[in-house]
């Protein structure tokens, strides 16, 4: 999430209200139920559904836990590396390997202790053991450079693209003093990464072969990015990002683009002054496909592609900490062309969104009792 305080302290105040067994939501395009498929969790961040239709959840705190199709969760799987769980870090998302079936590895971004109060972004993969109970010859594959001593902004999505290569999103760390690398090719502060899937880099990522950039560095100029999926069509990798007061940004990362944090934003400073220019578009970046402000606040983002819910194929789901709701997009031709709120009545700040292989939706919400909710077509 990014800059928790200040966007609660301008963001209204609603409080959770409790979820019957079942409730009807009413959408645009027909009657909807949600339930809590499952609860018990503390602030759970990322979700993976695995073949056999139940999921592996992360908890910020640093555990990972595995949800049955019952809903019921596991005892902490052992063997997670350990983790910096303090303000927005700790163990944050969870990604199966496009061969899962076979080799049974999985991948987490969590925030790791360095040196001296340090600590950074890193991607470890392990192998999940037969009875879903540990995780085995873990390795850490990634480690976002440099560490530094801040507790914010880890950006941390993971998403494998059809060619089977991981992208990893990387916040700039929040603080101004590290903000600005997000402009510094020599670092992994405010970047979206390409690595293969050991954590060595790719042919044909932009900056390959150059003195001054990292050669995982795909895209740069981020803020936060926490929401990350495939286009189910082009195969395009599409992220959203935090915008600070306003100008939370919808985009698909193009090869070697600079999107403009900290020089360029829609938003403005939680103190009300400009960032950079303060102009509306700066020419030199790359305009967003579609912005928020005031800013929602935007975590976890999904193409529905499932089948359940055929009238939002091929539409932009997206989670909201602040503005506690979920978005749909109405995406055509690659462009926003409409979008509803939803489930804002809950007061729950949405912190993951994922469909499920049965076609519904599912739902993490950001709380010391966190829930997975459950979304589908009413009967």
């Known amino acids: ?163 089977g290569l991981l992208w990893v999103t990387l916040g700039e760390r929040q603080q101004a003093r590290y903000r600005v690398l997000a402009q510094d090719l020599r670092t992994h502060l405010g970047k979206v990464i390409r690595i293969r899937d050991d954590g060595s880099v790719p042919d044909g990522n932009p900056f390959i072969g150059r003195n001054d ?62 960032i950079g220019s303060g102009e509306s578009h700066a020419p030199q970046f790359v305009e967003p496909f579609h912005q928020w402000t005031p800013s929602i606040a935007p975590s976890g983002l999904a193409f529905y592609d499932g089948e359940a819910i055929p009238a939002w194929r091929g539409d932009i789901l997206v989670g909201a900490l602040a503005a506690q709701k979920l978005v749909r997009l109405d995406v055509e031709g690659g462009r926003v062309v409409g979008s509803e709120d939803l489930l804002a009545g809950l007061g729950k700040r949405i912190r993951d969104v994922e469909v499920g292989p049965d076609g519904a939706v599912y739902l993490l919400t950001d709380e010391s009792n966190g829930e997975i909710l459950r979304l589908t077509t009413a009967e």
């Open 213 to 274: 950039a990292r050669p995982e560095i795909w895209s740069w100029g981020h803020r936060n990015p926490q929401g990350m999926d495939l286009h189910p069509e082009t195969g395009e990798v599409w992220i959203h990002e935090h915008g600070p007061r306003g100008g939370d940004e919808l985009q698909a990362p193009e090869a070697g683009m600079n999107y403009g944090w900290p020089e360029f934003s829609y938003g403005r400073e939680y103190s009300g002054g400009r």
């Open 1 to 163: 999430m990014k800059c928790v305080r200040p966007l609660l302290a301008v963001a209204p105040l609603l409080l959770p209200v409790p979820l019957e067994a079942q409730e009807r939501v009413e959408t645009e395009t027909g009657p909807m139920t949600v339930e809590t498929f499952a609860d018990g969790l503390e602030h759970p961040w990322g979700i993976a559904f695995l073949p056999d239709g139940s999921a592996l959840v992360t908890e910020r705190a640093g555990n990972l836990r595995h949800v049955d199709g019952e809903g019921e969760l596991s005892r902490p799987i052992s063997g997670v590396p350990r983790v910096v769980a303090a303000g927005q870090g700790g163990l944050l998302d969870v990604a199966l390997h496009p061969e899962f079936s076979d080799n049974r590895m999985i991948y987490l971004t969590f925030s790791e202790p360095g040196e001296d109060g340090t600590n950074g972004t890193a991607v470890a993969r392990g192998v999940l053991s037969a009875g879903n109970g540990a995780l085995e010859n873990v390795e850490v594959i990634f480690r976002q450079e440099p560490k530094v001593r801040s507790n914010g902004h880890f950006g941390s999505r993971l998403q494998f693209d059809n060619d």
